[in-house]
């Protein structure tokens, strides 16, 4: 695909998620005001009429459509999506205070499934055809099924209810009595590990089954037999050749499976109650905090284009057969 095609795709799917960032929420049953007093008269909070008056002035939710769609746009531009509703605060601000946390697990859930993954294709494909294979091939297939959330209660059941080795929710230990930083860092990693490890038990699968295709393939290829004939040990022809090979048409794919992750933390914060923007994406939801939608919404679209437009550009210098095909589309 030309340069510039690629790139007008890329700008139109962004113009498409700009409109229905606005329309989305709006199309969720109830509202804000709604949502806060819980149901009316029977609701968790009381509101009279001026009060829900008041408070749609205050939010602009009674101006007409027409003006709230102007006035998002401007905020589009200026990166000011106005304040949370329910958070009473501004929405870059709120998205920058839960962002860390999110990108902390995605980040130890990235790595660890990359790593397992390419290893276990790798040594998956070299077993192949074998019971081996066969066993690893099987459980991957199988723990590919098995959605995140459920993963995730089911180590939080066993790991934090039953024998206690981790905390149940949270990000860290609130008021913790100590002043080492080494204290805060081991407290900070041992809530983090159960969100992690259902991230990566829920991507892992993904990258080994493609790994041990394209590792198989290659396998049977003319210069793997040449370099087993030249007498170069196995560890060699593991790495260099097959593992090089296989691994270059897996780059697009881990990086685009990195944005999938973020997706995927909405239910595993949800599940631990992990304070990031997946939980605070939820809460939006719940809560029909249409200015924290925005911004969420946005944000997460930015971030997996971003990865999409990375993958494309360094694809070439990894194969130079892509980059021939392009100079010679010019």
Same mark, same amino acid.
């Given at each position: 695909?030309p340069k510039?095609?690629?790139?007008r795709?890329?700008?139109l799917?962004?113009?498409?998620?700009?409109v229905?960032?606005?329309?989305?929420?709006?199309?969720?049953?109830?509202g804000?005001i709604?949502?806060?007093?819980?149901?009316?008269?029977?609701?968790a909070?009381?509101?009279?009429?001026?009060?829900?008056?008041?408070?749609?002035?205050?939010y602009?939710?009674?101006?007409?459509?027409?003006?709230?769609?102007?006035?998002?746009?401007?905020?589009?531009?200026?990166?000011?999506?106005?304040?949370?509703i329910?958070?009473?605060?501004?929405?870059?601000?709120?998205?920058?205070?839960?962002?860390?946390?999110?990108?902390?697990?995605?980040?130890?859930?990235?790595?660890?499934?990359?790593?397992?993954?390419?290893?276990?294709?790798?040594?998956?494909?070299?077993?192949?055809?074998g019971?081996?294979?066969r066993?690893?091939f099987?459980?991957?297939?199988?723990l590919?099924?098995?959605p995140?959330?459920?993963?995730?209660m089911? =180590?939080? !059941? $066993?790991?934090?209810?039953?024998?206690?080795? %981790?905390? +149940?929710?949270?990000?860290?230990? /609130?008021?913790m009595?100590?002043?080492?930083?080494?204290?805060h860092? =081991?407290? !900070? $990693?041992r809530?983090?590990?159960?969100?992690? %490890?259902? +991230?990566?038990?829920?991507?892992? /699968?993904?990258?080994?089954?493609?790994?041990?295709?394209?590792?198989?393939?290659?396998?049977?290829?003319?210069?793997?037999?040449?370099?087993?004939?030249?007498?170069?040990?196995?560890?060699?022809?593991l790495?260099?050749?097959?593992?090089?090979?296989?691994?270059l048409?897996?780059?697009?794919l881990i990086?685009?499976?990195?944005?999938?992750?973020?997706a995927?933390?909405?239910?595993?914060?949800?599940?631990?109650?992990?304070?990031?923007?997946?939980k605070?994406l939820?809460?939006?939801?719940?809560?029909?905090d249409?200015?924290?939608?925005?911004?969420?919404?946005?944000?997460?679209?930015?971030?997996?284009?971003?990865?999409?437009?990375?993958?494309?550009?360094?694809?070439?210098?990894?194969?130079?057969?892509?980059?021939?095909n392009?100079?010679?589309?010019?």
């Amino acid at each position: 695909m030309p340069k510039n095609s690629k790139y007008r795709s890329y700008l139109l799917v962004l113009v498409f998620v700009i409109v229905l960032n606005f329309w989305l929420p709006r199309l969720l049953p109830g509202g804000p005001i709604e949502s806060i007093a819980g149901g009316g008269e029977d609701g968790a909070v009381f509101l009279t009429e001026a009060q829900k008056t008041a408070m749609q002035q205050y939010y602009h939710l009674d101006a007409s459509l027409g003006a709230q769609f102007v006035a998002y746009m401007k905020g589009l531009f200026t990166f000011d999506f106005g304040s949370s509703i329910l958070y009473k605060a501004p929405v870059y601000d709120i998205i920058l205070e839960r962002l860390p946390w999110t990108l902390f697990i995605l980040g130890i859930a990235s790595l660890c499934s990359i790593v397992i993954g390419l290893l276990a294709g790798l040594y998956s494909a070299w077993r192949y055809p074998g019971k081996t294979d066969r066993s690893l091939f099987l459980s991957m297939l199988g723990l590919s099924t098995i959605p995140e959330f459920l993963i995730g209660m089911v =180590l939080l !059941i $066993a790991m934090a209810v039953k024998v206690k080795w %981790f905390p +149940l929710s949270g990000a860290k230990t /609130a008021f913790m009595r100590s002043d080492l930083w080494l204290d805060h860092a =081991l407290d !900070i $990693a041992r809530h983090a590990v159960l969100p992690a %490890f259902t +991230l990566t038990l829920g991507s892992v /699968a993904s990258i080994y089954l493609l790994m041990r295709n394209e590792a198989v393939r290659v396998r049977h290829e003319p210069y793997i037999e040449f370099a087993s004939a030249k007498g170069i040990r196995t560890s060699g022809i593991l790495f260099r050749h097959i593992a090089r090979n296989a691994a270059l048409p897996l780059v697009t794919l881990i990086i685009i499976r990195m944005g999938a992750l973020m997706a995927g933390s909405i239910l595993v914060e949800t599940v631990f109650a992990y304070p990031g923007v997946g939980k605070l994406l939820q809460e939006a939801i719940l809560g029909r905090d249409y200015p924290l939608l925005h911004g969420l919404f946005l944000m997460m679209t930015l971030i997996v284009l971003l990865l999409n437009w990375i993958a494309d550009l360094i694809y070439p210098y990894l194969d130079p057969r892509i980059a021939g095909n392009r100079g010679v589309q010019r």
